[in-house]
């Protein structure tokens, strides 16, 4: 029952997919971190879903790479999104360590996180583009899993910034020990998924996840002297592109061999 609960807080909090009310209790969100991959399920679930569809009805590339950019957008409610965009403007700032933590607290969105956002979905909606083959699809959709795995393994292990915030209300009451095993465990059956999907795009993709979460443990407690809430967001946006990118580059060069 506890995992029951653990899950809808999962759900409720970073998903907009109807889940039974639950009352917002740290007994309750014990193991949401933990459980947090299972929304990239269905986000990969239904992308897939959506690839079948545009191979049957022969769907352009144009439309099928916008809709690939809206499904996790429309799933997230664009929480991680929001991050990315807080976390740029922090940086882009320059401002001291105390500043840039404030900043990324303001509601309001900067021109720097304006132009990234325009340039991120650009660069995302043409790899989409390039994607061709089930195979592929297969790698991008359990990629989901694993960005979320490696975020919530993030959470749970890394210091964080500040000792309040979204992020501390599920840091606090997790079962640490428990959700680094569930999480680790997501990540390894991810990892064979991609790998079994498409073995030269499932390691490449696999790699730049993890020197994604490499780079974003160095950059963020060098900037922000550890994680945040919207931190996190940065670091799946990050993630899910560099998965999509490798995956897609490796194909090509293989093709072209």
């Known amino acids: 029952m506890k995992l029951v609960k653990s899950l809808a807080c999962a759900f409720l909090m970073y998903s907009r997919i109807p889940m039974p009310q639950v009352e917002w209790k740290e007994e309750n969100r014990r193991y949401s971190l933990a459980l947090f991959p299972f929304v ?6 239904l992308f897939i879903l959506w690839t079948y569809l545009c191979g049957i009805l022969d769907i352009g590339k144009w439309l099928y790479a916008a809709v690939c950019c809206v499904i996790p957008i429309v799933i997230t409610g664009g929480i991680h999104a929001d991050g990315f965009c807080d976390a740029i403007d922090a940086k882009s700032s320059y401002s001291p360590r105390e500043k840039k933590l404030e900043i990324m607290s303001d ?3 900067g021109s720097f996180a304006v132009i990234y956002t325009i340039l991120y979905f650009l660069l995302q909606f043409a790899l989409f583009t390039e994607l061709d083959g089930m195979s592929t699809a297969l790698v991008s959709a359990f990629g989901y899993v694993l960005s979320r795995g490696l975020s919530g393994l993030a959470a749970v292990t890394f210091r964080c910034a500040k000792k309040d915030g979204t992020l501390q209300s599920f840091v606090k009451p997790a079962h640490k020990r428990n959700s680094i095993i569930i999480l680790t465990s997501e990540i390894i059956l991810s990892i ?3 790998v079994l999907s498409s073995p030269v795009s499932g390691i490449s993709a696999a790699a730049a996840a993890g020197i994604s979460l490499l ?3 160095l950059s963020s407690y060098k900037i922000f002297g550890g994680i945040t809430g ?15 990118g490798a995956a897609i580059l490796a194909t090509l060069i293989q093709e072209a061999i």
């Open 107 to 109: 509601p309001h969105v």
């Open 215 to 217: 780079l974003y443990r």
């Open 192 to 194: 064979i998924g991609m």
């Open 40 to 45: 990239g399920i269905v986000i990969g679930a």
């Open 230 to 244: 919207d931190t996190e967001g940065h670091f799946l946006q990050i993630c899910e592109l560099a998965e999509l």
